[in-house]
């Protein structure tokens, strides 16, 4: 299923995004964050972005098809998530603003880990 995103890449984004999940999202996106809380958020964002930016945009794309998957979506659509990603501009920063990344990330391989 997963033919351009390494596996041990996928654990390093996901371990930062576990880090991030102690913090509290911003409700809204603003230009001067309210709290340290907010500010700590917005950084790890930043972190998970970068890491995410220097995987081939093969991988960014089905990096988003798996956090879509671990959220809702059934195995079957795989490649209805593939496509979907394909028509996604900037992946890596539509993948590290989701507040619950670390949640979905993990649901999505243990589907795909089931499907191999």
């Known amino acids: 299923m997963l033919k351009s995103l390494d596996l041990a890449d996928l654990a390093e984004v996901l371990e930062f995004a576990r880090k991030r999940s102690g913090l509290t999202a911003p409700a809204a996106r603003v230009l001067e964050p309210a709290s340290l809380d907010e ?61 619950s990344l670390d949640r979905y990330l993990l649901e999505g391989r243990r589907l795909v880990v089931e499907t191999m």
């Open 39 to 99: 500010r700590l958020w917005w950084q790890s964002t930043a972190r998970i972005r970068a890491r995410i930016a220097v995987l081939t945009i093969e991988a960014q794309r089905e990096l988003l098809a798996l956090a879509w998957l671990g959220r809702d979506r059934a195995v079957l659509q795989w490649e209805e998530l593939l496509a979907r990603a394909a028509d996604t501009p900037e992946p890596a920063t539509h993948i590290a603003a989701k507040a």
